[in-house]
């Protein structure tokens, strides 16, 4: 079974601070790991995503590390505000039509 | 430019009865796909069209079939509903596949008694 692992469930961080979420993967046939924002009541909406021939990518506040010989990849989120509170799913495709998604992360930024 | 659609936003079924779940884009995208989100559990694919006229099996189509009506539209049917699959359900449409980024709808919340 294709799984992607992803740590925290839930994340509390006060505003201004960094959130970290962490996912891990088995498969080493995934080439694209994308990170997916969703608000309550919401679809999900693609927020960053990285290749695993970059180890970092950054787009403004949201940067993804990636580690391929660990198959390990993290987002943070840097000066976080109570706007970034959402749930957070790490996802990971073969390059096809499937993508697989962690469970998500629930990150709530006290204000 | 609504993107992806659904309907309905609610639905509550009783344990064997069908009902069909609508979704449409209006992006002019060839691949279509359907996921369930469960507590816990992140989303999982159902179903997915690559382009009109093939569809082929996710993670978890046992209990659903699909139709790609055309182009646009994407349809997910429950033939004899189940309490397991109480769910939220999503539809989502990207360009092609690969790393095309999957654009999703508001989903379908369903409940089965």
């Known amino acids: 079974q294709q799984q992607v692992k992803q740590s925290p469930q839930s994340l509390i961080v006060q505003k201004g601070g960094i959130s970290i979420i962490n996912c891990a993967y088995e498969?080493?046939?995934?080439?694209?790991f994308p990170w997916y924002q969703q608000f309550p009541g919401k679809g999900p909406a693609l927020l960053i995503a990285?290749?695993?021939?970059?180890s970092e990518k950054k787009e403004g506040r949201f940067t993804i590390s990636f580690n391929k010989s660990a198959k390990q990849f993290s987002l943070h989120i840097m000066d976080s505000q109570p706007g970034d509170s959402a749930t957070y799913f790490c996802?990971?495709?073969?390059?096809?039509?499937?993508?697989?998604f962690g469970a998500g992360t629930r990150l709530f930024v006290k204000a | 430019n609504a993107g992806v659609t659904q309907t309905p936003k609610f639905q509550v079924l009783k344990t064997g009865q069908s009902m069909t779940l609508q979704c449409a884009q209006d992006?002019?995208?060839?691949?279509m796909y359907w996921y369930r989100q469960d507590p816990g559990m992140g989303l999982r694919l159902i179903y997915y069209?690559?382009?009109?006229?093939?569809?082929d099996k996710g993670e978890v189509p046992n209990g659903y079939n699909v139709s790609r009506l055309n182009k646009r539209e994407f349809s997910l049917r429950l033939e004899s509903a189940a309490p397991s699959q109480t769910s939220v359900y999503f539809c989502?449409?990207?360009?092609?596949?690969?790393?095309?980024?999957?654009?999703f709808g508001p989903g379908t919340r369903l409940t089965v008694l």
């Open positions: 989502a449409s990207s360009a092609s596949g690969g790393i095309d980024t999957q654009y």
């Open positions: 498969n080493t046939a995934f080439d694209y």
């Open positions: 990285i290749r695993p021939d970059v």
């Open positions: 996802a990971a495709r073969t390059g096809g039509f499937k993508t697989i």
């Open positions: 992006m002019n995208h060839n691949s």
């Open positions: 069209s690559a382009s009109e006229g093939t569809t």
